[in-house]
């Protein structure tokens, strides 16, 4: 136990660890100086999540590789009582109740693709990674999960879990002809697709190509943020000075649009400050995997890194109107338990896989 505490990678944790009290100060300062409601929450689940993170982290990499298929099919019926139980909340039915919390099985499910995903390339042989029969299996576990949160409907973290299909399936060795092909696919069906967006889904499409067309309305939550953004210049505006945010003019601003509180109080200084954090978390999950002595542990710590890139580019483009507000939050800094429960129980696959080196054959458990 002592040589695994020893191995836990203190950098990771120290680094997610500075990212969530980041997280914390923005929080205090959207409650306009308050610890109430939004910081005071979140540092509770700060401290809780790390704990089942580091717990995480001491688990026999041989259980979790032996249980990895049954964790996405519970996930996955999870996500699935969400139309059967599930709680309405901002426009969609993504959540639902257990003991009291409320729970977005929609983050949860893209740990359980990870594992899937991991211990299916992990047995198969190399030669058969580029033989299409060999691919049906990976799109039936992107392709549930994407349709049932395509329902909900929540296209932001569909969307998401597309494009981690994709970057693990791209890191497993398959073809790129293959992307290009699904890549040509999509956009033929585009016009088919619009025809299923909701009507405030349209609104965002459209806002996102011409924000002042309805700035009162669709467009006003990114007209709002550029101002915020911009507003800040190079070092910001000061801690509490926000006064987008102070005025109330800044929707979202505990959520996903925290991002550009932080960028108007600390400014561009600020924000490149937090997006290299990010990166070098990204990076010490992919180091993890290039150490990992099995495809499993590489595959997993790989998933985990594209996952959380996946995060700050969509949530960082979300707020600058480089693409539509799909509601991506930014982890570890916005407020939303889910999506921390998400980021830090995958970060405790990733500190398991470098704990647990010295194990080479997985199928012993």
């Not at 597309?162 to 033929?188: M, T």
């Not at 101002?227 to 505006?237: D, E, F, N, R, V």
């Not at 595959?299 to 949530?315: A, D, K, R, T």
């Amino acid at each position: 136990m002592l040589k695994k505490i020893q191995n836990l990678n203190f950098l990771l944790i120290f680094l997610i660890s500075l990212v969530s009290f980041i997280g914390a100060a923005g929080l205090y300062s959207a409650a306009g100086g308050s610890y109430e409601p939004w910081a005071s929450r979140h540092l509770i689940r700060v401290f809780v999540f790390t704990l089942l993170s580091i717990t995480i982290a001491f688990i026999d990499i041989r259980i979790i590789y032996k249980y990895s298929y049954i964790i996405f099919t519970l996930s996955l019926l999870l996500l699935l009582s969400v139309e059967i139980i599930g709680v309405f909340g901002k426009g969609a039915t993504r959540w639902i109740n257990i003991f009291g919390f409320s729970l977005q099985p929609s983050e949860l499910i893209k740990i359980s693709i990870i594992l899937a995903l991991a211990k299916f390339y992990n047995d198969l042989k190399f030669e058969n990674i580029k033989n299409m029969i060999y691919l049906f299996f990976p799109f039936i576990i992107l392709f549930f999960p994407f349709i049932l949160v395509v329902i909900q409907p929540d296209l932001g973290t569909a969307l998401s879990i597309i494009i981690l299909g994709i970057l693990i399936l791209f890191a497993c060795g398959i073809r790129i002809w293959k992307f290009v092909f699904g890549f040509i696919v999509i956009l033929i069906s585009i016009p088919l697709l619009l025809n299923f967006l909701k009507p405030y889904q349209k609104d965002r499409v459209i806002s996102f190509l011409n924000p002042e067309a309805d700035a009162l309305g669709s467009g006003y939550q990114l007209i709002q943020s550029k101002i915020a953004l911009g507003s800040g210049g190079l070092t910001g505006k000061g801690f509490l000075e926000g006064t987008q945010s102070y005025l109330q003019y800044l929707p979202e601003k505990q959520t996903d649009f925290i991002f550009t509180l932080i960028g108007e109080e600390f400014g561009f200084i600020g924000t490149i400050f937090i997006i290299l954090l990010f990166l070098i978390i990204i990076t010490v999950c992919f180091y993890i995997s290039i150490k990992s002595n099995h495809i499993f542990g590489r595959i997993i710590s790989i998933g985990v890194g594209s996952n959380l890139f996946i995060y700050v580019i969509m949530n960082i483009s979300m707020v600058t109107g480089l693409m539509p507000v799909v509601g991506i939050p930014l982890p570890l800094i916005s407020y939303g338990g889910s999506v921390m429960l998400s980021i830090l129980i995958s970060i405790g696959l990733v500190l398991n896989i470098e704990v647990n080196a010295n194990i080479k054959k997985l199928k012993d458990a």
